[in-house]
């Protein structure tokens, strides 16, 4: 009897993962409807969601599968042809695009800048501090980095806790390579021991609950919990609030483009659905959502 | 009656024996399967010149990432895997086969079932929720209790462990004790034993090998749990010095960050040598539990 449940069993699991593979493809053909593979970046899950909800009153044959788990996920996917549309906080790597564009024949995915994402210095609301550098951000996160703890920087705890706890993010997540790359160093590594969160909210999470923690993360995700710090170049220099008019006049020192990457082999829906996302109704979204439009659709008075 | 018999039931019993006889062995196809596929993705790296054994092992250096200098010491990472695991066993031994002997010997009627029904669906729990539990009730609690700055730490990680891994003890060890024959008791009881001597001098020695192949499942779970230790470590590369201190498993390592690691790159091998060093490590768990227990048995 238990070996037949086994076999039944087994079976069962090969017929569902064949299916998953199927729709993967988005080759279910039986009714109208289209569905859009939408995988990557964690930080652009939440605005990737809301568009994929807006987009169905828009047209409602074209439903679109949100799922994130980071832009390295989302990069991998645009390489292996498991998806339709791969979102991402970085831009591709040129031996990423090299391998992209091997795996399609020679054809490019073709890259859509659909906003800004500022990223944010989260502390808990009960840490003075109100501005930070660059560089003293390096100092803490850097591999040999001086910085350890909260009196280095000048600041006194009320908690009395005197220790720096970093958060930071896996390193399949754009929002790390970011990081790496505009505050630690590209030739530098991060210091170890720092929580390597999970998500963008996970970060957010844990400075909220942690009276002595920092940490990086979307604009996006700015709760009540936690207290965005302004940030400058340079020790010394006046501090700058993200906000969508530091971000775009670049005043603001860390804040990326996000991006949206589509393999040649998705379906024409792929490219429509782009082309309302940099229109005016889903830039709209992007405001709503606490991220940075484009440049052309930001709010003037501002 | 043979006249009776069709070739084509003849034929059909034949068929039918050796599919039951393909899914008797369809398991040991599926470990070797396993073992080779593992193996065979993990083992070429073994030889790469950038690659030496020794540092993968001692080495506390986790970089397989960075863009200057790319390291892949799991020292940190073993150790947090056994600290996570060593801390759960050390609570969920003693709450698991004191439940398996409370549920074995001392419960009788409705109280037992309930408590049976109970502890079962304890072990129902999918690890992704005991995750949850971790970061958004213990984490506080611990935080409060014990006066840390993270809540998220051993601690955390070893109590999920140690209730996910009691509802496995003690059905085991609880069948363990059941199968020790009522003789032993009726012939204790005999002679004057208490309770307590019944339990300890008799029942205890019998039903050893039951309660240690518990005892190891138990471990086994711990060790492989994915999930659940991810959130609640607070997934920190770091030797840890106390058990307030954030660590990062073996097992969450591979899980955060194999998704990016694209097929065939060193980052994909050296994952694929922690999963080898998984199977090492359970390996030696049973290895070492098959001698404890034909030791115990040659007494």
Redesign the interface.
């Known amino acids: 009897m238990k070996?037949?449940l086994?076999?039944a069993l087994?079976a069962a699991s090969l017929v569902l993962s064949g299916c998953g593979k199927k729709n993967a493809d988005g080759s279910s053909k039986k009714d109208d409807s289209i569905s859009l593979q939408n995988i990557g970046s964690d930080t652009m899950v939440n605005l990737a969601q809301a568009w994929a909800e807006a987009y169905h009153n828009v047209d409602p044959k074209v439903s679109v599968e949100v799922s994130g788990?980071?832009s390295?996920?989302g990069?991998?996917a645009l390489?292996n042809g498991t998806c339709d549309i791969a979102n991402s906080s970085r831009k591709l790597e040129k031996e990423e695009e090299e391998?992209a564009t091997a795996k399609y024949g020679g054809k490019h995915p073709t890259e859509h800048h659909i906003g800004y994402d500022a990223l944010a210095i989260y502390v808990h609301p009960s840490n003075p501090i109100t501005e930070i550098s660059i560089e003293q951000l390096a100092e803490i996160y850097k591999e040999g980095g001086k910085f350890s703890k909260w009196s280095d920087l000048g600041v006194t705890m009320p908690s009395g806790?005197d220790?720096i706890?970093r958060a930071s993010r896996?390193?399949?997540s754009g929002t790390y390579h970011y990081f790496?790359e505009a505050v630690v160093g590209?030739?530098?590594?991060f210091k170890?021991?720092?929580?390597?969160?999970?998500g963008s909210k996970?970060v957010v999470?844990?400075v909220g609950?942690?009276?002595?923690?920092i940490g990086f993360s979307g604009i996006g995700y700015h709760t009540s919990k936690v207290k965005v710090v302004k940030v400058s170049k340079k020790t010394g220099e006046p501090g700058v609030e993200p906000t969508i008019k530091t971000t775009l006049d670049k005043t603001y020192p860390i804040a990326r483009p996000m991006f949206m990457y589509v393999p040649p082999s998705a379906k024409p829906e792929a490219e429509k659905y782009i082309a309302w996302i940099v229109s005016e109704p889903g830039q709209k979204i992007v405001i709503k959502e606490g991220y940075v439009p484009l440049e052309a659709f930001a709010p003037k008075d501002k | 009656m043979t006249s009776s018999r069709s070739a084509l039931s003849i034929y059909g019993e034949k068929a039918i024996e050796w599919l039951i006889r393909i899914c008797g062995v369809s398991a040991i196809i599926f470990v070797f399967a396993i073992f080779f596929f593992v193996f065979r993705e993990g083992a070429p790296f073994l030889t790469d010149e950038k690659f030496s054994l020794w540092k993968f092992l001692t080495s506390t250096e986790w970089y397989p990432t960075s863009m200057s200098n790319i390291r892949y010491g799991t020292f940190a990472l073993i150790a947090g895997t056994l600290s996570v695991t060593g801390v759960a066993m050390l609570i969920a031994v003693p709450f698991g086969l004191g439940a398996a002997i409370f549920v074995s010997e001392f419960c009788t009627g409705k109280l037992r079932e309930f408590l049976k029904v109970i502890i079962e669906l304890l072990a129902a729990i999918p690890s992704i929720v005991w995750g949850f539990i971790g970061l958004t009730v213990m984490n506080p609690v611990i935080q409060t209790v014990f006066n840390v700055q993270v809540g998220l730490n051993v601690l955390n990680a070893a109590i999920l462990l140690a209730l996910m891994s009691i509802p496995v003890m003690v059905s085991i060890g609880e069948d363990a004790l059941k199968a020790v024959p009522d003789s032993y008791r009726e012939a204790a009881i005999a002679l004057g034993a208490t309770r307590w001597q019944l339990i300890w001098r008799a029942l205890l020695p019998a039903a050893k090998n039951g309660l240690l192949a518990a005892v190891l499942l138990g471990v086994g779970r711990a060790v492989g749990e994915t999930m659940a230790v991810l959130m609640a470590t607070g997934h920190a590369v770091n030797v840890p010095h106390s058990i307030f201190d954030s660590v990062r498993t073996l097992t969450a390592t591979i899980a955060a960050e194999l998704g990016e690691a694209s097929e065939g790159s060193p980052h994909y091998r050296v994952l694929f040598l922690i999963g080898i060093l998984l199977f090492t490590i359970t390996f030696i768990v049973n290895l070492v539990a098959d001698f404890v227990v034909k030791g115990i048995k040659n007494k």
């Open positions: 070996h037949i086994t076999t087994l788990g980071g390295g996920i990069v991998a390489i391998k806790q220790e706890v896996q390193n399949n790496r590209k030739k530098n590594d170890q021991g720092s929580r390597d969160m999970n996970e999470d844990l609950t942690t009276p002595s923690a």
